[in-house]
Every structure is written in structure tokens, then in C-alpha cells.
């Protein structure tokens, strides 16, 4: 099988594990990596300090979407230095300032690539409010790893903007995209479903989304890609690869389908590349260009 490579890491194939859909504590993503073989899995953000979950519920189906409030949850510093899975792993980090991302960067196993979480709307003080500090957090971390970094980004209107500080601050590439911020209102009780009020769209319905703000910075760039949302089937990875994406990650459709959607997903791409006759690389940026 063909050998595909994202920032210096090999895979099997383009598909990964987006963050966040397998927890960081204990065996689960032990288990996940041996009974799947994903090519890679992104770790959910790991922060200097331990997260406790916002109160449930923290993950709710709304129409075609899915809204989640899990604000972050996981074990800290500690729990990224013990976790032992044996699959390539990309370390997602989030923090509220430039020194504790570096910090956690310097904890990073070498040659793993880092995903610095600069996009999550469920913590306040982390994620999407800080990105406009994207340059600082960029130029820290790499003060501290060689590693290859990704940055990861919502939809913002600033994305391209961002995205280009981001590169020029010494970022190898780009996650695109993180939720959105939404809210659902439960009409019987008048308030909102999620204890939290606010919780990340995912899933089916931000795909397009997602295809347009890959589109729109590989255009501008030509950077490498992990694109991200409402992968469901084939069609949706191939789509992004042609929008610029090098390599898919999914993630609401393994909680929504079960994780054997991953490997469905696989294995109908691969048969598309071979009713076409090209090589997964061929589709990247290809409808952009
Ligand atoms: C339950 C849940 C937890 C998530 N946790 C994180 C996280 O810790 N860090 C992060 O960068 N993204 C996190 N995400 C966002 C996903 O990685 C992904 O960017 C987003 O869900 C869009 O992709 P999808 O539509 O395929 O789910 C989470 C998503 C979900 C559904």
C-alpha cells in the first residue's frame, strides 16, 4: 500500500483520528489503536493541569449535528508523559498562554507531530480566545521542539489571516476546522439542552463549511492540510482532499456510526482511487488551483 506522510510522520493512507473522540484516560485509545489500526490518532488537548468535564450532559445529537460541551476534559501534563498506545499519535495541546503551551511541547515524544488546539469554544481562556495570540504560541512552542506543529483553527473570518501568522511564526502546517460555537434550546423547559449553555457544532452539517475554509488557505498557502468536518463516507474525505486537505481526520462519525465507519470509509476511498486510477495525492488542491 501506498505510503503517505504527514510533517516527517509516515501513514498507511491519509485517514486519522480527529481529537477528541477518544479519550486521553486510561486504555481507551490502547484499545481503539489495536482493534482499528488507525494510521494515526490526534490525542484529545492535553493541558498542563488535569480538566474535569463541564457538568453532563456534554455530548447531545441535534438534527443532523452533534453539539458537544466536554470543555477540554483531560488528565494534564502527567497523563500525556504516561500515555503508551501503539499507534503514531499527534499531541494535541491547548493552554491560556504561549509558556504553557511550551511547556507541554517540551513534554512531546520527538518526531510526533504537535496540533496546538487554538480553536476550541468550550473553556473559556483557551482555544478560539486566544488564536488571535497564534504568532506568540507558534514562536514559543517551537522555541522548545523541532517537532513538526499544526495549528488548529475554527471557522473564523480571520482564518486565512491567522493561518498565514501562523506559517510565517514557523508552523509546518494547518487543522482546519475545529466546531463552532451554538446553542440548543430545549422549548419545554426553556433553557438551553447543554448544562453549559454553549457547546461545538460537528458533524454532517459543518462539512461544507469545512471544504470552503480549506479551500480558501491552501489556495492562499499551498501549506499541508489536515482537513477536518462531517466526514461521513468517501465522497466527504475526497471532497476536502480536492479543497487542499493532505490528510482527513474524522471524528462525530465514529461516535455516531461506531468506529467502524473508519475503516468503511478506508476501504470505499481506496476503491475510489483505483476505479479512477490515481494516487491520493493527485486529489490534493486539485479543485482550488
Ligand atoms: C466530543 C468531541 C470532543 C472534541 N474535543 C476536541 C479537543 O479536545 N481538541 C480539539 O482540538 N478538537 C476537539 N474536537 C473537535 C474535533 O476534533 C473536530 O475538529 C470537529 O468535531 C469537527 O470534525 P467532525 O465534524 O468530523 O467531528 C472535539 C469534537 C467532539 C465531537
Known amino acids: 500500500m501506498l505510503l503517505y506522510e504527514l510533517l516527517g510522520m509516515e501513514l498507511e493512507d491519509p485517514f486519522i483520528v480527529a481529537s477528541g ?9 490502547r484499545e481503539f489503536c489495536i482493534q ?6 490526534t490525542t484529545k488537548s492535553f493541558t498542563l493541569s488535569p480538566l474535569d468535564p463541564h457538568p453532563p450532559p456534554t455530548v447531545i445529537k441535534v438534527g443532523e449535528c452533534y453539539m458537544n460541551a466536554v470543555g477540554l476534559a483531560n488528565p494534564g501534563k502527567d497523563g500525556l508523559r504516561s500515555l503508551d498506545v501503539p499507534c503514531k499519535l499527534i499531541y494535541s ?17 520527538k518526531g510526533s507531530p504537535i496540533e496546538l488546539n487554538l480553536s476550541s469554544p468550550n473553556r473559556r481562556g483557551m482555544g478560539d480566545s486566544i488564536a488571535p495570540m497564534v504568532r506568540e504560541v507558534v514562536r514559543e512552542v517551537r522555541s522548545h521542539t523541532d517537532n513538526g506543529i499544526l495549528v488548529k483553527f475554527g471557522p473564523r473570518d480571520d482564518v486565512v489571516k491567522l493561518a498565514g501568522r501562523a506559517l510565517e511564526a514557523g508552523a509546518n502546517g494547518l487543522t482546519l476546522i475545529n466546531t463552532l460555537k451554538g446553542m440548543a434550546i430545549d422549548v419545554w423547559e426553556g433553557k438551553p439542552i447543554l448544562t453549559y449553555g454553549t457547546g461545538g457544532i460537528s458533524g454532517k452539517c459543518i462539512h461544507q463549511l469545512a471544504v470552503r475554509v480549506v479551500g480558501e488557505v ?14 461521513y463516507g468517501w465522497a466527504d474525505a475526497v471532497e476536502l482532499m480536492l479543497a487542499g486537505a493532505k490528510v482527513v481526520a474524522v471524528g462525530t462519525a465514529i461516535i455516531d456510526r461506531g468506529p467502524t465507519v473508519l475503516n468503511e470509509i478506508r476501504e470505499d476511498f481506496h476503491r475510489f482511487l483505483e476505479e479512477k486510477g490515481i494516487n491520493a495525492t493527485e486529489l490534493v488542491g486539485a479543485a482550488v488551483r
Open 21 to 29: 473522540i477518544i479519550p486521553n484516560h486510561g486504555s481507551s485509545m
Open 36 to 41: 482499528y489500526r488507525p494510521s494515526a490518532i
Open 93 to 109: 495541546l491547548a493552554g491560556s498562554s504561549p509558556e504553557e503551551f511550551g511547556e507541554l511541547a517540551s513534554l512531546v515524544p
Open 218 to 231: 491552501y489556495r492562499e498557502y499551498g501549506t499541508e492540510i489536515v482537513g477536518v468536518g462531517g466526514i
